[in-house]
């Protein structure tokens, strides 16, 4: 077991940016962005213990509100996107898109040490130490809201608005399977294969891939058929590790290991999904 690093240590750390605090206070930490064009967003992110989850939410300069929720007991992630509509197009209405997939362990500083983060100077702007590459998910079933408490109890909630457009992978039902000890079958209860027709899938379903006669939305000339979209969503900045420092120990020449800040990501998702018409993907051309 590592010490846990006191409130005087966290005071005394000043060249920490960051530093952990054992004060527990509500814990919600507003952090200033510089993204890669170099506009300032501001991200809120913040933690739930009891429910081991942790939050994080900004809105991208093009208006669209992006919600990150990581259920770390279920290692559920979910990246919600309010989409607004484009006025020049008539579009008035915002749309919903939720995305579900497997959250690798230690990709994200646990809950309990986000909900111990401080900073010392909330004002300063901030740049992740490290871009990690994208990751690409091709997503193979719309989840049925009703049913997704197999995967988290906090999707329904989450994803209210995007009950038509709530998107899981098949190859991340086996990661689940696994970590909750349940059949691969109790997931496909609650999913519904795509593309093409909605149908409730059959096992034979299952192994099959995804129909490859739906177009990308980019080569789609036909406004009101279906095509698969594209949609990149980027979270500027996160605390994806901790670190540790050594400080002296109780004797002559021991040490002791502590926690003493944070290592902080960027990491971008490139998302393919099927909609019902090329109309709710016009940023993809
Ligand atoms: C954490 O979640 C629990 C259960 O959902 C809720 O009762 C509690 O208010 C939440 N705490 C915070 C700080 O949001
Ligand atoms: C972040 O939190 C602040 C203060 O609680 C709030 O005013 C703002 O709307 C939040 N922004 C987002 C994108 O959730
Ligand atoms: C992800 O998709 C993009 C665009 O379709 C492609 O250029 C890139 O090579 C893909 N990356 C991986 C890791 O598959």
């Not at 890669?36 to 991208?60: C, H, K, P, Y």
């Not at 909900?115 to 130490?129: F, G, T």
């Not at 003493?260 to 999904?273: E, M, N, V």
């Amino acid at each position: 077991m590592l010490p846990r690093l006191n409130f005087s240590m966290c005071a005394y750390l000043v060249t920490v940016l960051i530093c952990l605090s054992s004060k527990l206070t509500s814990s919600q930490l507003i952090i200033n962005v510089k993204n890669q064009g170099g506009d300032v967003v501001q991200e809120n992110i913040s933690a739930n213990v009891t429910d081991d989850t942790v939050t994080l939410e900004f809105q991208r300069s093009d208006g669209t509100l992006v919600t990150q929720l990581i259920d770390f007991r279920n290692e559920v992630q979910v990246i919600k996107a309010l989409i607004l509509g484009e006025e020049e197009r008539g579009q008035s209405q915002y749309q919903v898109v939720c995305f579900l997939f497997h959250f690798p362990k230690d990709s994200f500083i646990s809950s309990d040490a986000m909900s111990k983060l401080r900073q010392k100077n909330p004002s300063a702007i901030r740049i992740p130490e490290q871009d990690l590459v994208r990751d690409n998910y091709t997503m193979d079933y719309h989840v049925s809201l009703q049913h997704s408490g197999v995967f988290s109890p906090h999707i329904a909630d989450l994803c209210a608005e995007a009950k038509e457009s709530t998107y899981v992978r098949h190859e991340d039902l086996t990661f689940w399977s696994i970590n909750q000890g349940i059949p691969v079958t109790t997931f496909l209860k609650a999913l519904i294969k795509l593309p093409r027709t909605k149908y409730r899938s059959t096992k034979k379903d299952v192994e099959d891939k995804p129909k490859a006669n739906v177009e990308t939305c980019t080569g789609s000339k036909v406004m009101w058929s279906p095509c698969y979209c594209h949609l990149e969503i980027c979270i500027g900045w996160y605390p994806c590790s901790l670190k540790y420092c050594k400080g002296k120990g109780q004797t002559k020449n021991s040490y002791v290991t502590y926690r003493c800040g944070i290592k902080t990501c960027r990491k971008c998702h490139l998302f393919t999904y099927y909609v019902e018409e090329k109309e709710q993907c016009m940023w993809d051309e």
